[in-house]
């Protein structure tokens, strides 16, 4: 199993940068997606979240109206639009993969992928 998450860097506040993840050794078709996110000495943090079929989704309070959660199911890739960042959105961002139904806490997912960084410049 892999989750190869790329899109990441160094943005200035008020910009945009979009985050996909390459899912690969599962049936990505089968599972919710969801990014999290964690910034240095902090808890990782559900960002937003995505149906199997992409039918519902989820977001945290502080992103609605800014992010979009997507996925391509004959990709196997999930993406996360993010727009309007703010400096303390500085963190690595993990895409996660979990066979029940979408979920907001860690323990919700199974498969995680390695991160990518993702820094806003005031």
């Known amino acids: 199993v892999q989750l190869q998450a790329s899109g990441g860097g160094l943005v200035q506040a008020g910009g945009s940068l979009r985050l996909s993840c390459a899912a690969s050794?599962?049936?990505?078709?089968?599972?919710?997606m969801g990014w999290f996110r964690q910034a240095p000495g902090k808890e990782r943090d559900f960002v937003a979240g995505?149906?199997?079929?992409?039918?519902?989704?989820d977001y945290a309070d502080s992103v609605k109206g800014r992010f979009t959660i997507s996925r391509d199911n004959a990709k196997n890739t999930v993406y996360l639009q993010m727009n309007s960042l703010k400096p303390d959105e500085t963190a690595v961002y993990y895409c996660?993969?979990?066979?029940?139904?979408?979920?907001?806490?860690?323990?919700?997912?199974?498969?995680w992928g390695q991160g990518t960084l993702v820094t806003v410049s005031s």
């Open positions: 996660a993969a979990g066979r029940r139904a979408l979920a907001t806490m860690t323990g919700g997912y199974d498969y």
């Open positions: 995505i149906t199997w079929n992409g039918g519902l989704t």
């Open positions: 050794g599962f049936t990505f078709s089968n599972y919710a």
